[in-house]
Antibody
Framework: QVQLQESGPGLVKPSETLSLSCTVS??????????WNWVRQSPGKGLEWIGS???????KDNPSLSGRVTVSSDTSKNQFSLRLTSVTAADTAIYYC???????????WGQGTLVTVSS | DIQMTQSPPTLSASVGDRVTITCRAS??????VAWYQQRPGKAPKFLIY???TLESGVPSRFSGSGAGTDFNLTISSLQPEDFATYYC?????????FGQGTKVEV
């Protein structure tokens, strides 16, 4: 069974960088034809796709985040990561990591981690 | 970006009811739509892909339909565990986008 687990600080100061990691078990991020994603959900709001990295290391991100996003991977640890720079209160959200497989949907999700941006 | 518009935002129903949620894309996306269920405090759960294909393990009372710009999620006989929020999502193009959600409540 594929499992994903987010980790990282729960509190980030305004203007600083949010950094999260996602550890994957039950699948190999570098060896399967899957895409590894970050999705967030602001309190009481809907879902927003942030960005992704492919098995081959190709990344994509949401233009609505104005180039502040970096998604990277470490195949030796079977982890992928998110960096979001210059955060504001609007970046306060639950951050999920999720897998996209050949069927195109987000089929496995982490449990989510709440990140609050506040001084 | 492709906008996904769901209706209604909230749906009041009872156990045993047949319910249908609609999702409209801002431009044609063939069948590249997925549906998710989210219970409070939990991550979304993957239900349907390619507009109408049920993910393994999802009860057969769930079904999806549509193509082009208009898509539906139907629950044939609502069960107590189905009271949740449902989201559609397009994967025709980047950025991936979600509908704003439909809350199914008692």
């Amino acid at each position: 069974q594929v499992q994903l687990q987010e980790s990282g600080p729960g509190l980030v100061k305004p203007s600083e960088t949010l950094s999260l990691s996602c550890t994957v078990s039950g699948d190999s991020i570098g060896a399967s034809f899957n895409y590894w994603n970050w999705v967030r959900q602001s309190p009481g709001k809907g879902l927003e796709w942030i960005g992704s990295i492919s098995y081959g290391g190709i990344t994509k991100d949401n233009p609505s985040l104005s180039g502040r996003v970096t998604v990277s991977s470490d195949t030796s640890k079977n982890q992928f990561s998110l960096r979001l720079t210059s955060v504001t209160a609007a970046d306060t959200a639950i951050y999920y990591c999720a897998r996209v497989s050949s069927n195109g949907g987000f089929d496995f999700w982490g449990q989510g981690t709440l990140v609050t941006v506040s001084s | 970006d492709i906008q996904m518009t769901q209706s209604p935002p909230t749906l009041s129903a009872s156990v045993g009811d047949r319910v249908t949620i609609t999702c409209r894309a801002s431009r044609a996306i063939a069948v590249w739509v997925a549906w998710y269920q989210q219970r409070p405090g939990k991550a979304p759960k993957f239900l349907i892909y390619k507009a109408s294909t049920l993910e393994s393990g999802v009860p057969s009372r769930f079904s999806g339909s549509g193509a082009g710009t208009d898509f539906n999620l139907t629950i044939s006989s609502l069960q107590p565990e189905d009271f949740a929020t449902y989201y559609c999502q397009q994967y025709n193009s980047y950025p991936r986008t979600f509908g704003q959600g439909t809350k199914v409540e008692v």
